[in-house]
C-alpha cells in the first residue's frame, strides 16, 4: 500500500513563507509525477503545481512566481516552497503522486495539511 504524507502547514501572516513537504512510502517500483492541490472551503480542488518526474512543473496562474515544487527522487518527496503568500492562498493543501508498485499501478493522495494566511 502506497502511503503520502503532507507536513508543514500551518499559519501564517499574508506575504509569509512556508514550505510543505509530502513523504511517499510503500512498495514502490517508480514514481511518474508529483504535484500539489488545494481545496478551499466550498471550491473544488485545483492544481497548484506538478513536475515530472524528468522535472519538468507546471504551476496554476494564480502561484506562478510565488511557488515553486521540487522533488528528490532519492527520498520519494515532493515540496512545495510558498513565498508571497495571500489571504486567497489559504486551503487545504494535498499531495498526489501516481506510479508503479508491487500491486501494480497507483494514483494516491495525502491526508491534506491546512494552510491558512491571515491578513
Known amino acids: 500500500q502506497v502511503q503520502l504524507v503532507e507536513s508543514g502547514g500551518g499559519l501564517v501572516q499574508a506575504g509569509g513563507s512556508l514550505r510543505l513537504s509530502c513523504a511517499v512510502s510503500?512498495?514502490?517500483?517508480?514514481?511518474?509525477?508529483m504535484g500539489w492541490y488545494r481545496q478551499a472551503p466550498g471550491k473544488q480542488r485545483e492544481l497548484v503545481a506538478r513536475i515530472a518526474s524528468g522535472g519538468t512543473t507546471n504551476y496554476a496562474d494564480s502561484v506562478k512566481g510565488r511557488f515553486t515544487i521540487s522533488r528528490d527522487n532519492a527520498k520519494n518527496r515532493v515540496y512545495l516552497q510558498m513565498n508571497g503568500l495571500k489571504v486567497e492562498d489559504t486551503a487545504v493543501y494535498y499531495c498526489?503522486?501516481?506510479?508503479?508498485?508491487?500491486?501494480?499501478?497507483?494514483?494516491?493522495w495525502g491526508q491534506g495539511t491546512q494552510v491558512t494566511v491571515s491578513s
Open positions: 510503500g512498495s514502490i517500483f517508480s514514481i511518474n509525477a
Open positions: 498526489n503522486t501516481d506510479g508503479v508498485g508491487v500491486r501494480g499501478y497507483f494514483d494516491s
